[in-house]
Structures are given as structure tokens and as C-alpha cells.
Nanobody, 126 residues
């Protein structure tokens, strides 16, 4: 059974950092591009970052460029989102997702990602 489980969310002050993890099981992560999405209350789910199956290519939403870093450890079947310089507008539920493709789509849309975690809450507030 294919599973993705997020962890690492929480409450952080503006300017702080968090590292999200997505532990996967039931499939060979090496074959999948993976991504992070987020959804704030009353807003649509948006793509944050994607990393190719090999880890050689990444892309980011403009709103997080220079502050967030996506990475992966295929041997540990886990990928990550390091979030620095957090802002209140980063508050959202963060989801990890996977698709059996080598590369990431140019635009990090919900399609074509097939597999999703249940999300972890990130709240940025003083």
C-alpha cells in the first residue's frame, strides 16, 4: 500500500524556520518526482516546490524562492522541505505528493500528482 506521511509542522514565529518531512512507503521513491503543496483557509491548494526523481532538478513557486529548499533521500524513502524566513502568509496545511515521472512539471499544479499525504499544519504567528 502506497503511503506518504508528513511531519514537522507546528507553530513558529515570523522569521523562524521549520523542516517538513514526507516519509514514503509501498513504492520505490527513486521512480517518482515529488512535491510539496499548501492550502490556506479559503484558498485553493497551490504548488510550493517540486524535485525530480534523481534530485537533479527543482522548481519553486515565486512566493517561496530563496526561502524554501526541497530535498530528497531516496535511500531513506523520505523527502523534505526546509522553510526559512517564514512569514504569516506561509500559514497553511502542507501536503506532500508523488507522481511516477522522472521530471517535474514546469508549473507545479495538482495534476499530475497521483499520491498524497494527509497534510501537516504550519502556522506562522507571533
Amino acid at each position: 500500500q502506497l503511503q506518504l506521511v508528513e511531519s514537522g509542522g507546528g507553530l513558529v514565529q515570523p522569521g523562524g524556520s521549520l523542516r517538513l518531512s514526507c516519509a514514503t512507503s509501498g513504492f520505490t521513491l527513486d521512480d517518482y518526482a515529488v512535491a510539496w503543496f499548501r492550502q490556506a483557509p479559503g484558498k485553493e491548494r497551490e504548488g510550493v516546490s517540486c524535485i525530480s526523481s534523481s534530485g537533479s532538478s527543482t522548481n519553486y513557486a515565486d512566493s517561496v524562492k530563496g526561502r524554501f529548499t526541497i530535498s530528497r533521500d531516496n535511500a531513506e524513502s523520505t523527502f523534505y522541505l526546509q522553510m526559512n524566513s517564514l512569514k504569516p502568509e506561509d500559514t497553511a496545511v502542507y501536503y506532500c505528493a508523488a507522481v511516477k515521472l522522472g521530471g517535474c512539471p514546469r508549473s507545479i499544479g495538482i495534476q499530475p500528482f497521483d499520491y498524497w499525504g494527509r497534510g501537516t499544519q504550519v502556522t506562522v504567528s507571533s
